[in-house]
């Protein structure tokens, strides 16, 4: 898939080297992320979302805590600029993380749907213009 296709709404998500930041840790990060919002997917598509969605929020959070450690503290390594912009980011999505499983545990319906939305609009958006400006700045630095 060229990476100046845009992709649409019901398009399922998948990693490709548009994604890629040049820093093989972070993209191995990201590619797991994506595999399991794919899931999430799939699981819509043939109805059994509801099935998996609490295993899914988990893996969710249990990758996001995971990344956003490794990205942190590589951005205290080397100075990163845009270090609390990019941690406050981060923080964001966990807050929304957190009220998706609320309103899954509080029953709330179409929480399937909605999370699956959610997550490939913000992986879209912060992979493709926040994490791209910090994987060019480890790049300049020497780091890949």
Sequence with gaps: MSASRVKSRDEPIRWDQSYSVNVAELDLQHEQLFRTVAELDYALRIGSADNIINE??????????????????????????????????????????????????????????????????????????????????LNARGVS
């Design 56 to 137: 899914i929020i988990g893996k969710v959070v249990a990758h996001t805590i995971e990344h956003f450690a490794t990205e942190e503290a590589l951005m205290q390594k080397t100075g990163f600029p845009g270090l609390a912009a990019h941690c406050h980011e981060h923080l964001v999505l966990s807050q929304q993380l957190t009220q998706f499983n609320l309103s899954y545990l509080a029953g709330r319906p179409g929480i399937p749907a909605a999370l699956l939305d959610f997550l490939r609009t913000w992986l879209r958006e912060h992979i493709l213009k926040s994490d791209k400006r910090f994987g060019e700045f």
